[in-house]
C-alpha cells in the first residue's frame, strides 16, 4: 500500500516575495498618483479640510493605542500575547479597567483590526468634522472653534469621551477601541454614506497587503484545530453603543449644516456596514463552552436600525402634535436617542454588581491579589451576577476551565476554558497590573482509556515556583475485562495508577510504568511502549490507554 506523498516544500525566498508585494503596490499607486496629479481635486479637497492634508487627529489617535498595547499592556516584551486581564472594565468598583479598556487590546490581531477601523473610517468621520471652519464669513484662527488646532484637540477629546463612554457602559468585561471605530463609521455613514462604503472595501484591500506582507507564502494541509465561535467574542452591545453615537451626532450635525445625503444611499450603506461589521450576531451563554446565535432576529435588527437612520434624516420640519409644538423631525431625534441611551442603560446593572469576597473553587495558586483555580462545571459567577432567565435561558450557567478571581479588581474570569486545554494541555495566564506581571503555565497530564475516557491533573506553576497539583479527575475505565477484572486508570497527585477490581471492589493498583519497562499485576503484565500502555496476559496483548499529549 502506497504511503501518504508529503507536502512538497515550497522556497522560502520571503524578500523577494515580499519585494515583488512593494513593487506592484507602488507601481500602481505612482499610476495613479501621475494620472490624476498630486494637485488633482482630490488633494485640494484634503487640503481644504485638513491642516497640510493630513487627518492628525486620526494618526495621533492610532500611535496612541500603538503606544498602549506596546507599554502599558506589555506587548513590546510579547507581541502576540499581552498583558490583558488588568485591563478589562469589570466593574464600576474598578476605575483602573474603566479608563484603560476601551484604549487596550486582547491580542495583536485585535489592535490590528481596530487600526485598520481607525484610520480608515476615522479619516472619513476626521475630514467630515474639518480642521478648519466652514460657515460663510468666518476664516481660520478668527476665534477659539475656528483655530485649526483647536478643532484637532477637539477632535481628540471627542475621541476620549467616546472610549470612555462605550466603557461605562458597556455590558461585561470589554476591552478594545471597537466601540469609537463603530461611532466613527456611524457618523461617516450619515454625512458621506457612499465614501463609507468605498473605505469598506478598501479596508479589505489593506488587510489583504497587510497579510500578504506578513506570510507572502502559505502551505496548508489538513490539521486539528481547537476553534470557538467567532461571534462569540464579538461585543455586539457595545458596537451598537458606539454605531448609534455616532449616527445621533452625524444626524445632528447634518441637520444643524442642513446638508443631507440622499437617505436611499444612507439606507444602502448602513445595511452594507453593519452586515459586514457582523451586527447581526446577536448571542447568549449556554454555559461550559457554548453558546446559541440569534441569526434571524439579529438580521432583522440591522434593517430595523437602517430605517431608524433613515428616519431621523429624512424627517421633514413639520408639526406632528400641536399642542406642544412637537415636530417630526425632533420626534425622529428624539426616538434615536431613546434607542441609544437603551442600550447604553442596559450595562448599568451589571458593572454596578461585584464578585468581591468569591473564594475560587478547590486548591489553587496565589501570585499578589490574584488566585488562579481550575475547576469543571462550577457556576459562572460574574456571567450570573444578575440573575435573568427569559423565553428558556438565564444566566445561571456554568463553566469549566481555569478560573482567575482578584476580589481587589472584581475579576472572576474564565481564562482558559477546559476544552482548550484538552486539547492544547499546555497553556499560559498573564496576570499582572501597572508596572508588574507574572505568567502561570498551566499543564494537563493524563492518559486516554481505551474505549472510555480521560484520567488527568492539572497543575499550576508561577513563574519562579514549583508546579501545584490543584485538580485531580475522576478514574477512567478502559472498555477491555482482563480476566474477569475491570481496568481503570486513576490520576493522583503525584502518579497516575492502573487500577484492576471485581464486583466494583478494587483488588489492586499498580504504578503506570516508565516507559519501557513492565510492571506485573493479578497475573498480567503491563507493558509501556512509548506512549501507549499494553496488558499482556496468556499470549494475549491488549491497548488499555493512550498518553495525552498536546496539538
Sequence with gaps: ??????????????????????????????????????????????????????????????????????????????????????????????????????????????????????????????????????????????????NPYARIAGFLAAVAGVGLLTSVFGVGWIIGFSGVVFAFAGFALVRYPLTTVLVIFAGRVIDLVRAAFRNPTVTAEGTNRFVTPWWADVAIQGHYLGLLIGVVAGVVVTVRLDRRPRVGRVWFATIVFAVSESMWALYWFLGNGRY?????????????????????????????????????????????????????????????????????????????????????????????????????????????????????????????????????????????????????VVNRSGWSATGGGNAYRVSLRPRGRQPRVVYTSPPARAEPVLRGNNVSLNATERRFLIELARDNETTVRVRVPPPGENTTAAGITFNRTGNRVYALFNGTRVRIAKRNTGN
Design 292 to 440: 446559541v446565535l440569534f441569526r434571524a432576529p439579529g438580521t432583522a435588527a440591522v434593517f430595523l436600525l437602517a430605517a431608524l437612520v433613515v428616519a431621523a434624516l429624512a424627517a421633514s420640519d413639520r408639526r406632528l402634535v400641536a399642542r406642544i409644538d412637537l415636530r417630526r423631525r425632533e420626534t425622529a431625534l428624539i426616538i434615536l436617542g431613546a434607542l441609544c441611551l437603551a442600550v447604553a442603560l442596559a450595562a448599568v446593572p451589571v458593572n454596578l454588581l461585584t464578585v468581591a469576597d468569591s473564594s475560587p473553587p478547590g486548591e489553587h495558586v496565589q501570585v499578589r491579589d490574584y488566585r488562579v483555580a481550575y475547576a469543571e462545571d462550577v457556576s459562572n459567577e460574574y456571567v450570573s451576577l444578575l440573575n435573568v432567565s427569559i423565553g428558556g435561558l438565564s444566566t445561571e450557567v456554568n463553566t469549566s476551565g481555569v478560573i482567575v478571581i482578584s476580589e481587589r479588581r472584581h475579576i472572576w474570569y474564565t481564562a482558559v476554558t477546559e476544552s482548550r486545554l484538552a486539547f492544547s494541555h499546555r497553556e499560559r495566564v498573564r496576570l499582572g497590573g501597572l508596572g508588574w506581571e507574572r505568567t502561570v
Design 1 to 146: 500500500m502506497a504511503g501518504i506523498p508529503s507536502v512538497p516544500t515550497v522556497p522560502s525566498w520571503l524578500p523577494l516575495w515580499r519585494f515583488a508585494l512593494v513593487v506592484g503596490v507602488g507601481v500602481s499607486a505612482l499610476v495613479v498618483v501621475k494620472v490624476v496629479g498630486p494637485d488633482g481635486a482630490w488633494s485640494a479637497r484634503l487640503r481644504e479640510r485638513f491642516v497640510l492634508g493630513v487627518p492628525w487627529g486620526t494618526l495621533a489617535t492610532a500611535v496612541f493605542l500603538v503606544a498602549v498595547y506596546l507599554f502599558l499592556q506589555g506587548g513590546a516584551d510579547n507581541l502576540y500575547s499581552p498583558l490583558v486581564v488588568p485591563f478589562r472594565a469589570w466593574s464600576y468598583r474598578y476605575p483602573l479597567g474603566i479608563v484603560t479598556a476601551p484604549f487596550s487590546h486582547a491580542g495583536f490581531g485585535h489592535l490590528q483590526s481596530n487600526l485598520l477601523g481607525t484610520i480608515t473610517f476615522g479619516a472619513v468621520a476626521e475630514y467630515a468634522y474639518g480642521h478648519f471652519p466652514r460657515r460663510r464669513g468666518s476664516q481660520a484662527f478668527s476665534s477659539l472653534p475656528a
